[in-house]
């Protein structure tokens, strides 16, 4: 007798594909697994929410501008995954997040991946997270975070990722991808191991590291790369560290950002997205609009002296709710090229930034304020 074939469609496939990864990493047989993958989705109905995909009102509330020419972008950040022996929480965290982007109907046209995805630059690391990325559905662009980089200077991020900075042209608007998180020279001198110079990069808030920067060599591809754009198309620029001076000691900061700006500036809409802050963070400089990109790992504080004047910011999360002030979002580009920058804070309401509210200096569109409780 002959056997019929199975076919079997791509979701299918998906699924079983993202079952057995999951399985793997965690040597859990299918019943934990199920209970496992169940959890986000029973936490997020648990705080009684409107609907228990977080994307849904967004989607609802695009749709009815009326716009429709744009696109969309999704973006998943600063997951500093561990080894899975040392920490599995990180992983999930990523997981859930690829469920969110995965859910997403219509999909994005591509997904940022915004920096940061090793803990320590080890290739167990990257090719963990890696593995996990594979299973977006929509193409994913990657950037480089320093957390990435200061175990072998990139060389296993560009092994599997390629090169850190790259533009490309998307529905009128030109994407520019840079790494902005290149330091001086600290270890030589002081005879550092690979190991030693990571960990002082991942330290933050030391004084021996230097501050991060984009560096001539960049700055003068990106003067090249622009010089053949015309001033009326719109950019979107994505750095991990932000494009201005926010909080030296931690390294919220770029050290050129000031030359960075003037190459930009010329342009009539930029925006630019960045990861590394772990927070909701709102800045206009001039024409350039600036976003920061929530975490999946765990939510910075904001710094001590003070905001941009535009940020909305953040409740304080929740001690004892891992997932709280952590999430992903999207970034909604209109037919204008102007940017509305969603934030899908997990177990919260999710809260959308837009254009207006940063081209009139907040008088126009506010964005809902957080509306439950802080810690
Ligand atoms: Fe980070
Ligand atoms: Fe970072």
Do not use: C
Request: proline share 6%.
């Amino acid at each position: 007798m002959r056997r019929r074939p199975t076919f079997k469609s791509i979701e299918t496939r998906h699924y079983e594909e993202r079952d057995e990864l999951f399985r793997h990493l965690r040597g859990l047989d299918r019943r934990s697994f199920m209970k496992l993958s169940l959890a986000a989705a029973a936490a997020v109905a648990a705080k009684g929410l409107a609907h228990p995909h977080s994307f849904m009102p967004i989607d609802v509330a695009y749709a009815a501008t009326g716009e429709g020419q744009g696109f969309r972008i999704a973006y998943i950040s600063d997951s500093h995954l561990y080894d899975k022996q040392i920490n599995d929480r990180f992983v999930r965290q990523l997981l859930r997040a690829v469920d969110d982007v995965n859910g997403l109907d219509p999909q994005p046209d591509f997904v940022l991946y915004g920096g940061d995805l090793a803990q320590l630059g080890a290739s167990s690391e990257l090719d963990l997270g890696a593995q996990i990325l594979k299973n977006l559905k929509a193409p994913v662009r990657m950037m480089v975070g320093e957390h990435d980089w200061y175990l072998d200077m990139g060389e296993k991020w560009r092994d599997l990722f390629g090169e850190p900075t790259y533009s490309f042209d998307h529905k009128g608007v030109h994407v520019v991808v840079l790494n902005s998180v290149i330091e001086k020279d600290f270890w030589t001198a002081r005879g550092m191991t690979p190991e030693q110079r990571m960990n002082t990069v991942a330290g933050l808030d030391n004084g021996i590291q230097s501050r991060f920067e984009v560096g001539e060599e960049q700055r003068a591809w990106l003067k090249k790369d622009l010089a053949k754009v015309p001033k009326s198309t719109p950019l979107i620029v994505f750095s991990h560290s932000p494009l201005y001076k926010y909080y030296r000691n931690w390294n919220f900061w770029t050290d050129d950002a000031e030359q960075v700006q003037a190459l930009l500036k010329p342009f009539k809409t930029v925006t630019v997205v960045h990861g590394h802050t772990h927070q909701m963070l709102t800045n206009r400089i001039g024409n350039i609009h600036f976003h920061g990109m929530l975490s999946t790992a765990w939510p910075w504080p904001y710094a001590p002296e003070g905001l941009p004047a535009l940020t909305v910011q953040m409740n304080r999360p929740d001690p004892f709710d891992p997932n709280d002030g952590l999430g992903d979002g999207e970034v909604l580009v209109q037919s204008s090229g102007m940017v509305d920058k969603v934030y899908n804070l997990w177990n919260r309401n999710p809260i959308q930034v837009s254009a207006a509210y940063l081209s009139s200096g907040g008088k126009k569109d506010q964005p809902a304020k957080p509306n439950l409780v802080s810690f």
